[in-house]
């Protein structure tokens, strides 16, 4: 595990059910917005961009992938020559859940500090979601948190993180399924 590929493998690895439910709440958006509406002042509380279904089919989609990645992690390991974790039923769904959580946490920051639905945020918009998976990964399954996630693991995750999320976001702007490119 010591080896680069051996640490960035493992850090894509442990961090694609954080990764895919914001892509897949973009796929899915739409109908009720979590706020219902209602407004802070005279902004909204989150805004229209944060909806029950796209939240709901984000945690899915990830809760799904990381079952299906402890179904694969043998075959994968072996080809890759790496010793990939496993996924404990606490992290396949606390992954996915905070992933969504810091996205819904910095559309009420965004609200708050004056940017309209859409608006970038740099920095926040990029590391939300990564940071808010990884506090509640380490709140629900403390003992494989710690084991898997090494210091190199985290490094890798917050260099890696804003290049796949704009890059991920830029390919669904082009392709007509995001109304910004961040
Ligand atoms: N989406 C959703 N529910 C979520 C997150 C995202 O339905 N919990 C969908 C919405 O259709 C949203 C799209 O995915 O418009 C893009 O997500 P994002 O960029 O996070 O939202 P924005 O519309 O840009 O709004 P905000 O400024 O609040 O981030
Ligand atoms: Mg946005």
């Not at 917005?33 to 509380?45: E, K, S």
């Not at 974790?85 to 819904?104: E, H, K, N, Q």
């Given at each position: 595990m010591s080896s680069v590929l051996g640490v960035v493998a493992t850090a894509i690895w442990l961090m694609l059910p954080a990764y895919i439910p914001n892509n897949?709440?973009?796929?899915?958006?739409?109908?009720?917005?979590?706020?219902?509406?209602?407004?802070?002042?005279?902004?909204?509380?989150?805004?229209?961009?944060?909806?029950?279904?796209?939240?709901?089919?984000?945690?899915?989609?990830?809760?799904?992938?990381?079952?299906?990645?402890?179904?694969?992690?043998?075959?994968?390991?072996?080809?890759?020559?790496?010793?990939?974790?496993?996924?404990?039923?606490?992290?396949?769904?606390?992954?996915?859940?905070?992933?969504?959580?810091?996205?819904?946490?910095?559309?009420?920051?965004?609200?708050?500090?004056?940017?309209?639905?859409g608006a970038a945020f740099p920095g926040v918009d990029q590391l939300d979601f990564v940071v808010v998976s990884l506090v509640l990964a380490a709140v629900a399954a403390p003992g494989w948190f710690f084991e898997q996630f090494t210091l190199a693991v985290l490094v890798v995750i917050l260099l890696l993180t804003p290049a796949l999320h704009l890059g991920t976001n830029w390919i669904a702007f082009q392709l007509g399924l995001k109304n910004e490119p961040w």
């Open positions: 897949a709440a973009v796929l899915a958006g739409g109908g009720r917005p979590i706020d219902g509406g209602r407004t802070w002042g005279d902004r909204r509380v989150l805004g229209d961009g944060k909806t029950w279904r796209g939240t709901a089919v984000g945690i899915a989609a990830g809760a799904a992938l990381a079952v299906g990645l402890n179904l694969i992690v043998d075959p994968v390991g072996t080809a890759l020559g790496v010793d990939l974790p496993t996924f404990p039923t606490a992290a396949v769904l606390a992954l996915p859940t905070g992933a969504l959580l810091g996205d819904i946490l910095a559309s009420f920051l965004k609200r708050r500090t004056g940017r309209e639905r």
